[in-house]
């Protein structure tokens, strides 16, 4: 059934012709467990996609499961550390100005630009690039053997469509505010234009409730949360000018697939002598899930409605007479929220506590170093992953806040590993299964030693890295375990025989494996992940 990477000096062959339209789609949140807790009850796009090839348990290899280092893996075939994207935000203390957080889809070389918080609903002045990810996707590569092919790119987030597209599309679009926005310079497609116009007619209007499917009524249940909060029953009613929450409902991938219809038309893609690629970033899920947990009515209400869109999407592409294959997946999985873990046989499940921050565990190691207090000795973005310390130090300074640090951190009750970035460096990173990797190999995935940390910091599991719910996150992912590790890897093509395949493979197989059927040929040296002989007979998809 697997098959080792092609050799790049031999023409790809297959007994089918090359499909005209790679469509490639990652579902931002979707987790094994959540496809497979669902999957019976499907009956529109996400049925069609299990009837293909199934691979329940791929792998997002790396420790930090985010949407940026996912998505870096699905379209290029190689680790996130390699392709230089360790995490949606990382620390840069030699950057000019004086916000030293770097998004990952940020150009943050242009001046007057910052990048601010990343689950702020408006964020920082920052310019959208893929300029941080070292790798080419899929489409670049196809483009170079194949200039009259296009890449392009629609998503519910920036950095999904810039993740899967890379720097050379065609076209790509995201979502932002009230529409679909474009790189910088860039003109707007007149098929979006028209409809962000037609979405800007509803998107402040009153919505009512979701009809609540059959299989969801078990799963209204109100959890308590905060302050007199609480998640389970909501079923994404909204009232007048309420757009702002537009983005966390189903609504938002509806959005998303009528802007992939909208440029698939309007460009014909699959329809030229070349074959296209076009590459979905679905989002809502991801959004659900931060504000109300994985499994209350609203992530069920929203996977029904994921795979509806799905169904009608799939339906348009069949009307379009055209020859293409789907490959869907995620950048990462996700935890609920531990309020309601607790009530459902996890009672270890709490959040991290409100002190646990970089910026106060400084504090605490510059007064026991006898060192100035004016001046900040340690940054990271968050409670788990990168530590930075002060550039400006002097090194023997540096080296005793490092340690101190590290050992003041690994002491605390909520975490599991603190790996040292000199160690990571000695580390190789495994082809085996990635079920059975060592924490500093999962490390070691997502690591780039010109970007990442001084030392990385692991939670242990179920530990929810949200201190406080005031901003209405509520539950996330970012994880070095499996729940956040583990996602769907399935295809489908016209008369593809089904089969299940039950055993780990990784994201970072999926380049390959579709590179394969459209005769690019990447050089095994240049990529981490195998092609998956995903004709489930005789034949074999990778020769």
């Given at each position: 059934m697997f098959s080792g990477i092609a050799n790049a000096e031999e023409p790809a062959t297959d007994d089918r012709a090359k499909p005209k339209l790679v469509v490639a789609i990652s579902v931002d949140h979707l987790s094994a467990d959540l496809f497979s807790e669902y999957r019976s009850s499907f009956t529109g796009g996400l049925k069609r996609l299990a009837g293909g090839a199934v691979f329940p348990s791929g792998y997002q290899a790396q420790a930090a499961t985010e949407t940026c280092p996912g998505h870096a893996t699905i379209m290029t075939g190689v680790h996130s550390g390699r392709a230089g994207i360790i995490a949606n935000n990382w620390i840069d203390l030699s950057i000019a100005r004086d916000d030293k957080t770097v998004y990952c889809a940020e150009d943050e070389r242009i001046e007057g630009t910052s990048f601010?918080?990343?689950?702020?609903?408006?964020?920082?002045?920052?310019?959208?690039?893929?300029?941080?990810?070292?790798?080419?996707?899929?489409?670049?590569?196809?483009?170079?053997?194949?200039?009259?092919?296009?890449?392009?790119?629609?998503?519910?987030?920036?950095?999904?469509?810039?993740?899967?597209?890379?720097?050379?599309?065609?076209?790509?679009?995201?979502?932002?505010?009230?529409?679909?926005?474009?790189?910088?310079?860039r003109k707007t497609l007149p098929s979006i234009a028209a409809l962000?116009?037609?979405?800007?007619?509803?998107?402040?209007?009153?919505?009512?409730?979701?009809?609540?499917?059959?299989?969801?009524?078990?799963?209204?249940?109100?959890?308590?949360?905060?302050e007199g909060q609480s998640v389970g029953d909501y079923a994404f009613q909204r009232p007048d000018g309420a757009a702002s929450i537009y983005r966390g409902s189903p609504d938002l991938d509806s959005s998303v697939l009528d802007a992939a219809t909208a440029v698939l038309k309007e460009l014909a893609l699959g329809r030229g002598e070349a074959t296209d690629i076009l590459s979905i970033g679905l989002a809502a899920t991801d959004y659900i899930g931060h504000a109300f947990g994985t499994e209350g009515l609203e992530m069920c209400i929203q996977m029904a409605e994921l795979d509806r869109s799905l169904g009608q999407f799939f339906e348009i592409l069949d009307g379009e007479g055209i020859d293409y294959v789907v490959m869907l997946t995620a950048d990462h999985g996700g935890l609920d929220l531990p309020e309601r873990m607790s009530l459902q046989g996890v009672p270890t499940a709490q959040r991290i506590e409100a002190g646990f921050n970089a910026k106060a565990i400084g504090e605490t190691v510059a007064r026991e170093l006898g060192l100035p207090?004016?001046?900040?000795?340690?940054?990271?973005?968050?409670?788990?992953?990168?530590?930075?310390?002060?550039?400006?130090?002097?090194?023997?300074?540096?080296?005793?806040?490092?340690?101190?640090?590290?050992a003041l951190i690994a002491a605390h009750s909520q975490v599991e590993a603190v790996l040292d970035h000199d160690d990571?460096?000695?580390?190789?990173?495994?082809?085996?299964?990635?079920?059975?990797?060592?924490?500093?190999?999962?490390?070691?995935?997502?690591?780039?030693?010109?970007?990442?940390?001084?030392?990385?910091?692991?939670?242990?599991?179920?530990?929810?890295?949200?201190?406080?719910?005031?901003?209405?996150?509520?539950?996330?992912?970012?994880?070095?375990?499996?729940?956040?590790?583990?996602?769907?890897?399935l295809f489908w093509r016209e008369g593809i025989q089904q089969f299940e395949q039950p055993l780990s493979v990784m994201t970072v197989d999926i380049a390959p494996t579709l590179a394969a059927l459209i005769g690019v040929n990447i050089p095994a040296e240049e990529i981490d992940g195998k092609c998956l002989d995903i004709d489930g007979g005789a034949g074999n998809s990778c020769n």
């Amino acid at each position: 059934m697997f098959s080792g990477i092609a050799n790049a000096e031999e023409p790809a062959t297959d007994d089918r012709a090359k499909p005209k339209l790679v469509v490639a789609i990652s579902v931002d949140h979707l987790s094994a467990d959540l496809f497979s807790e669902y999957r019976s009850s499907f009956t529109g796009g996400l049925k069609r996609l299990a009837g293909g090839a199934v691979f329940p348990s791929g792998y997002q290899a790396q420790a930090a499961t985010e949407t940026c280092p996912g998505h870096a893996t699905i379209m290029t075939g190689v680790h996130s550390g390699r392709a230089g994207i360790i995490a949606n935000n990382w620390i840069d203390l030699s950057i000019a100005r004086d916000d030293k957080t770097v998004y990952c889809a940020e150009d943050e070389r242009i001046e007057g630009t910052s990048f601010g918080d990343i689950t702020a609903a408006s964020q920082g002045d920052y310019v959208a690039s893929a300029w941080h990810l070292l790798v080419p996707t899929l489409g670049e590569r196809l483009k170079t053997i194949s200039p009259e092919s296009r890449n392009v790119a629609v998503a519910g987030k920036d950095r999904s469509a810039l993740m899967m597209g890379g720097k050379q599309v065609d076209e790509i679009y995201w979502w932002k505010g009230k529409g679909f926005t474009t790189l910088q310079g860039r003109k707007t497609l007149p098929s979006i234009a028209a409809l962000n116009g037609a979405i800007g007619e509803k998107i402040d209007k009153a919505r009512p409730a979701y009809a609540t499917p059959g299989h969801c009524a078990a799963r209204s249940s109100k959890i308590l949360y905060g302050e007199g909060q609480s998640v389970g029953d909501y079923a994404f009613q909204r009232p007048d000018g309420a757009a702002s929450i537009y983005r966390g409902s189903p609504d938002l991938d509806s959005s998303v697939l009528d802007a992939a219809t909208a440029v698939l038309k309007e460009l014909a893609l699959g329809r030229g002598e070349a074959t296209d690629i076009l590459s979905i970033g679905l989002a809502a899920t991801d959004y659900i899930g931060h504000a109300f947990g994985t499994e209350g009515l609203e992530m069920c209400i929203q996977m029904a409605e994921l795979d509806r869109s799905l169904g009608q999407f799939f339906e348009i592409l069949d009307g379009e007479g055209i020859d293409y294959v789907v490959m869907l997946t995620a950048d990462h999985g996700g935890l609920d929220l531990p309020e309601r873990m607790s009530l459902q046989g996890v009672p270890t499940a709490q959040r991290i506590e409100a002190g646990f921050n970089a910026k106060a565990i400084g504090e605490t190691v510059a007064r026991e170093l006898g060192l100035p207090n004016d001046k900040r000795v340690l940054y990271a973005d968050g409670p788990f992953g990168d530590y930075y310390v002060s550039l400006d130090l002097p090194e023997d300074q540096r080296q005793q806040v490092k340690d101190s640090a590290m050992a003041l951190i690994a002491a605390h009750s909520q975490v599991e590993a603190v790996l040292d970035h000199d160690d990571l460096l000695d580390v190789t990173v495994p082809d085996g299964a990635p079920e059975i990797w060592t924490l500093a190999e999962r490390a070691r995935a997502s690591f780039h030693p010109d970007r990442s940390g001084d030392f990385v910091v692991l939670l242990k599991k179920a530990v929810t890295p949200i201190a406080s719910t005031s901003r209405g996150y509520v539950a996330t992912h970012g994880s070095p375990w499996d729940y956040d590790r583990r996602v769907p890897i399935l295809f489908w093509r016209e008369g593809i025989q089904q089969f299940e395949q039950p055993l780990s493979v990784m994201t970072v197989d999926i380049a390959p494996t579709l590179a394969a059927l459209i005769g690019v040929n990447i050089p095994a040296e240049e990529i981490d992940g195998k092609c998956l002989d995903i004709d489930g007979g005789a034949g074999n998809s990778c020769n």
